[in-house]
């Protein structure tokens, strides 16, 4: 059996998972990628729009949830004495709702296929965690280890991005920080997989942050990642670059926020659709497909385009994910 580091949930995990979520699909919608700014024709309208496609960062929020995931996983389970379990449960949670969204996706040419680079690498952190448990070193050395390994990765694959940023030079940026592939990205990113597992190792040692010192920190990781995003669109600073860098501070963050809500409770309302934080995160692309057959997007029809994709994601969850969740628990081996 999986022994827990502590027998209960930490409540306001759920909510950043919804809040995340959330950026990423708005990072999506506001994309110039898409064009829809296009759809825009009042120009007040239009700035506003261009202006949430900069403060929106779908990447750095994928970064934190890389983060908080090393954390649930590590909190949850500081031995595992049935790994068969363990895999079962962690590959059914990731690969149940998306197959079956890639099932739907075949209808609308996979419009989901641009989230499954960040659970390709999910599922290897979940395939190496129990290798990395048995490994007789600290997890701040695995962290140091992982991050050389990912920089020389960097240096060596993406070499054409300190050009691009070097010498302003747009002919040779791509700028995506999974620009090197799935099977290598999981790479990049398992330094900042390793920040959420270094946080539960610490979570007990700190005792309480205050509101002010959270709202600041907060405040900091928002406007670093808008400035993140500056960066890529308009100086050409890649997120491959970047993101392990951001990652540092959202340890921070992501601390402060677990500990805060060790004392304090979190918003119901978040703690509730952020159980359907993943589904909002595979489901999304699809939804916003299917929605577009039924009315355009229009400066009016933008909120009513996010209840909608919010809604059927949480149905997906109600419908898939959380049955899948409930299979994952009772199988026993």
Known sequence: MDKPIENKWFEGVDSLRFILATIVLLSHFFASETDLLNNFTN?????????LHYIFNGT???????????FVIHVSNKRISNI????????????????????????FHHPEKGVVWSLICELAYYSIYPVLIRLKISWERKFL?????????????AKHEFTAFIYQD?????????????????IIGLPCW???VIIAEKI????????????IMRCIVFATSILLNVLKMEFYLSFVLSMNLFAVLIYYWVLFEVVYFKKNQANHFLEYFGKSSYSLYIVHPVAFIILQLVFRLRSYTILPYLFFIILIAHLFYLVVEYPLHKLAKKIQF
Not at 84 to 107: D, T, V
């Open 170 to 186: 747009k002919n040779v940026f791509h700028g995506y920080y999974w620009q090197l592939g799935p099977f290598v990205t999981w």
């Open 60 to 70: 750095a929020a994928v970064i934190a949830f890389f983060v908080i995931s090393g």
């Open 43 to 51: 120009k007040s309208v239009k700035m506003i729009a261009y202006a």
């Open 84 to 107: 068969k379990k363990f895999f079962f449960r962690r590959y059914l949670r990731i690969l149940g709702p998306l197959s079956i969204i890639s099932a739907i996706g075949i209808l």
């Open 204 to 215: 007990n040692i700190y005792q309480n942050v205050s509101l002010q010192k959270l709202v």
């Open 194 to 196: 390793l920040l959420g």
């Open 145 to 157: 280890i992982s991050l050389a390994i990912a920089t020389l990765v960097i240096l060596i694959g």
